[in-house]
């Protein structure tokens, strides 16, 4: 047999066996560690740049769906309104408008399908009040007007 080496002779020992408290004291050192690799960036203002716009195309898009959410809001809430008034209009008309109409045993000239109701006198329509806004909404509004200037005076400041 050649001779050992000390590498070869390190080698073909056993491994020792460790006690767990060693162990532990490992796996919290290595928790401690800080990661040892690094990246690198190619042209790191032109990174940053890219990031604020991308960052204000965001919120922009989120004020805009904040906007959409609102108007679907007041869309919802001024159909539930015309539908109270239809319901209110429909009880008038069959309730206490139908008593005041002369009885009749005459059948209707034109089929009820194609009897559209024409108004003589027009109708008064008061505007719509806007729904009542929440003021959490208008504080996370205000917060992303506020980011929105922020990341504009960013972007002004790398030019």
Do not use: W
């Amino acid at each position: 047999m050649p001779a050992k080496t000390p590498l070869t002779a390190i080698m073909e020992q056993k491994p020792r066996k460790t006690a767990k408290k060693k162990t532990a004291k490992k796996s919290s050192q290595h928790a401690q560690r800080k990661p040892e690799y690094m990246v690198h960036v190619p042209e790191p203002m032109m990174m940053r740049k890219d990031l604020l716009e991308a960052l204000r195309e965001i919120i922009i898009f989120m004020q805009g769906y904040d906007k959409f959410k609102r108007v679907q809001g007041e869309k919802i809430a001024l159909f539930k309104k015309l539908r109270s008034q239809v319901r209110e209009l429909n009880s008038l008309v069959d309730g206490k408008m139908k008593k005041l109409f002369p009885k009749g045993s005459l059948p209707s000239i034109m089929k009820q399908e194609n009897v559209t109701p024409k108004l003589e006198m027009p109708i008064a329509v008061s505007k719509p009040q806007p729904a009542p806004v929440q003021p959490k909404q208008r504080n996370e509004l205000d917060e992303l007007e506020f980011q929105l200037k922020d990341i504009e005076n960013q972007l002004h400041g790398l030019r």
